[in-house]
T-cell receptor, first 112, second 118 residues
Framework: DQQVKQNSPSLSVQEGRISILNCDYT??????FLWYKKYPAEGPTFLIS?????DKNEDGRFTVFLNKSAKHLSLHIVPSQPGDSAVYFC???????????FGKGTKLSVKP | ETGVTQTPRHLVMGMTNKKSLKCEQH?????MYWYKQSAKKPLELMFV???????ENNSVPSRFSPECPNSSHLFLHLHTLQPEDSALYLC?????????????????FGPGTRLTVL
């Protein structure tokens, strides 16, 4: 059974608008969460992370929100740009172990 | 070279062949990982090495054999593979440490090897 779920396989957004990518997890012991971006024929690139002691982390156009009670995190990209078009993976881990559990990914298309 | 590199980028092999995938990290990390990405599936962790010691083997068939000669290099030796082993194989590295409450192990990935087994 999947411990990290990204229920939307794809998302289409207009350039300049906000993109919101969602991720749910089942293991309440997870204490570190990450978002990766992947272009075709390349490996995943680290974007942003958040520890379970925080509920928000911001880096430029990217903000990750964590709702521990709902076991839900989201990635907000604003404003969205065509170059943001890629597959976005959510990952979770236990800091004591370090191994990452990935979701299946959401393909984001940002249209000019 | 910077980051994590993988060779070859593409590999086609028959079921009776023996081949090896190579990964090298230039980030000063002390942990390395092999992942498999099949179509429409999440990335699957295969092997973990901390300080050159294998710490995890996620029920991977013995036709996949990892080797970590030092903290910068990681190999995946392949023999008698099956067509269903065709996938993207990704290597990653991280720095394992007991940091503060806001830290965690961020893994950095190589570009992957696209493997096709005929």
């Amino acid at each position: 059974d999947q411990q990290v779920k990204q229920n939307s396989p794809s998302l289409s957004v207009q350039e300049g608008r906000i993109s919101i990518l969602n991720c749910d997890y089942t293991n309440s012991m997870f204490d570190y969460f990450l978002w990766y971006k992947k272009y075709p024929a390349e490996g995943p690139t680290f974007l942003i992370s958040i520890s379970s002691i925080k509920d928000k982390n911001e880096d430029g156009r990217f903000t990750v929100f964590l709702n521990k009670s709902a076991k839900h995190l989201s990635l907000h990209i604003v404003p969205s740009q065509p170059g943001d078009s890629a597959v976005y993976f959510c990952a979770a881990s236990l800091r004591s172990q370090g191994n990452l559990i990935f979701g299946k990914g959401t393909k984001l298309s940002v249209k000019p | 070279e910077t980051g994590v590199t993988q060779t070859p980028r593409h590999l086609v092999m028959g079921m009776t062949n023996k081949k090896s995938l190579k990964c090298e990290q230039h980030l000063g990390h002390n942990a390395m990982y092999w992942y498999k990405q099949s179509a429409k599936k999440p990335l699957e962790l295969m092997f973990v090495y901390n300080f050159k010691e294998q710490t995890e083997n996620n029920s991977v068939p013995s036709r996949f054999s990892p080797e970590c000669p030092n903290s910068s290099h990681l190999f995946l030796h392949l023999h008698t593979l099956q067509p269903e082993d065709s996938a993207l194989y990704l290597c990653a590295s991280s720095y394992r440490f007991s940091g503060g409450a806001e830290s965690g192990d961020t893994q950095y990935f190589g570009p992957g090897t696209r493997l096709t087994v005929l």
